[in-house]
């Protein structure tokens, strides 16, 4: 549950914090207080676990107890079915910081005549209301409340005395609907009652599930106009912004050792800044992970925390291989300095592993980040969703000043200097990795394209693996437009 607000809330009307990680960001403070919302999307997308987290988070975080009155799920069944997020619904309710109520509608017993109305409704949830001084209400759903209702002139103004009430009574409501055909909700009117609407969409391309939340109005307030994936998992809903807040990180003047001495020597003498983002990329078995290892070995001969993500390799398999060039990443692992994480592309879609990334990076607070090989990701999505992915990951790790390095596999065959993602404007250092055959021998080769804000070498270096490591030994300079 997150407790902090964006700092670049806007000045306006004021606002309930849901405590959705990624939603209050991008509605600059969260739902609008004292007024309804409605939250609406097809079956399965989230809509009540999205209630009732903002009634948790308002109870538990920011100290406003709410009423949920369910018309579908009976309350031991809401309370069994969120307890695997670590909500604890029977605790609040005895400490009087939640009443959950079930009001069963019978559809069959629903006469449309012109005095139907909420009164029985509005008396149950006033008496809720006032019992606990809650702050925040959640109704789940409108469909069930007001299914037996065909006549659109009472449905209409049932909805409006009913957000109307709940406007009067002062409460931040959240409203769920079903999604209907080429309307936000099935009846069409709710939308235009409301003061902020959130349509949420659980859509499923190429085998892989995805869901997506956008902000469809939200009367007096700016906010995030795109759809922006979310994640569902153990510690609820997690929102992740897909643009960055802007580029408004730091940028160090420290440099930090590559691990490989002659890699420094080209970058000036000293290696990386601090908190820029490293790519190597090169044709198989050229040394990208091998340079990788040495920069994660000499990051925890530092006492630096680094994380290593492998989508090629398993750890174990990473550490053995390392060990063939002298490099034996274990001790650093059994100290708790280097954590692994591996998997396959293919476990999850690009915002499950974006926002994994987020959570062990918060949680392990390391300070080098490896992604071992980013062009694997491509077999989960299009080159510009992993470029998207990328871009947002890189600005997560520069706000933090994680020094970050990725590694990229170029096809033999293509153009080199271009990266099959096309994400190498996006980086502050390059290194290019490909081979060579000379006098019936293949050698690999390293220059360095680019490397921002740094004097760097425009030679070419041979690279030898040993069980001293990597080496770089000098070919002799090639004009190419930089210094040695």
Not at 392 to 414: C, E, H, P, V, Y
Not at 453 to 463: D, F, I, K, Q, T
Request: hydrophobic letters at 40%; one cysteine or more; proline letters at 3%.
């Amino acid at each position: 549950m997150e407790q902090s607000v964006s700092p670049t809330a806007a000045v306006g009307i004021r606002k309930a914090p849901t405590g959705i990680a990624g939603f209050d960001e991008i509605t600059g403070g969260g739902l609008p207080a004292g007024r309804p919302t409605l939250v609406c999307g097809s079956a399965g997308c989230g809509k009540t676990l999205f209630a009732m987290e903002f009634l948790v988070g308002g109870a538990v975080v920011y100290g406003e107890p709410g009423v949920f009155v369910s018309f579908e799920e009976r309350a031991e069944d809401l309370t069994e079915n969120v307890r695997s997020l670590g909500f604890d619904l029977e605790d609040l309710i005895e400490r009087q910081k939640l009443v959950l109520d079930y009001v069963h509608v019978e559809r069959s017993e629903i006469e449309e005549t012109g005095e139907y109305d909420l009164e029985g409704l509005f008396l149950r949830l006033g008496w809720a209301i006032d019992s606990i001084g809650a702050k925040r209400v959640a109704l789940d759903s409108l469909e069930v409340l007001f299914g037996g209702l065909e006549n659109e002139g009472i449905l209409r103004a049932e909805l409006r005395r009913l957000f109307r009430w709940l406007k009067e009574k002062g409460v931040t409501a959240v409203v769920t609907g079903e999604r209907g055909e080429g309307t936000l909700t099935r009846h069409g009117l709710e939308e235009y009652i409301s003061d902020c609407v959130i349509l949420l969409d659980h859509r499923v391309s190429e085998l892989l599930a995805t869901r997506r939340l956008r902000v469809v109005k939200y009367r007096g307030s700016v906010h995030g106009t795109n759809e922006y994936p979310f994640l569902i998992d153990e510690r609820g809903i997690e929102v992740v912004p897909i643009t960055s807040l802007g580029l408004a990180h730091i940028a160090s003047t420290e440099r930090i050792a590559t691990g490989v001495h002659g890699l420094d020597e080209m970058l000036g003498g000293e290696g990386y800044y601090r908190g820029s983002s490293v790519l190597v990329s090169g044709t198989a078995g050229t040394g990208k992970s091998s340079l990788a290892a040495h920069f994660v070995d000499a990051c925890c001969r530092r006492g630096e925390p680094c994380v290593y993500f492998a989508f090629e390799e398993s750890m174990s398999q990473v550490v053995r291989n390392m060990r063939s060039i002298g490099i034996d990443l274990e001790p650093w692992i059994r100290q708790g300095l280097l954590e692994f994480h591996a998997a396959r592309p293919s476990l999850h879609g690009l915002e499950r592993h974006l926002v994994t990334m987020y959570k062990v990076i918060r949680t392990f607070q390391p300070r080098v980040v490896v992604i071992d090989p980013i062009t694997n990701l491509l077999s989960i999505g299009s080159e510009s969703e992993v470029s998207s992915m990328l871009m947002r990951l890189i600005d997560f790790l520069k706000g933090r000043q994680i020094t970050s390095m990725f590694t990229s596999l170029t096809q033999g065959g293509a153009v080199l200097e271009q990266t099959d993602i096309g994400i190498s404007s996006l980086m502050d250092t390059w290194l290019l990795l490909r081979q060579t055959e000379e006098n019936g021998e293949r050698n690999r080769i390293l220059c360095v394209p680019k490397s921002r804000g740094m004097a760097h070498s425009n030679h070419l270096r041979e690279v030898r693996l040993s069980d001293q490591g990597v080496q770089l030994v000098p070919r002799g300079a090639i004009a190419a437009g930089g210094q040695e």
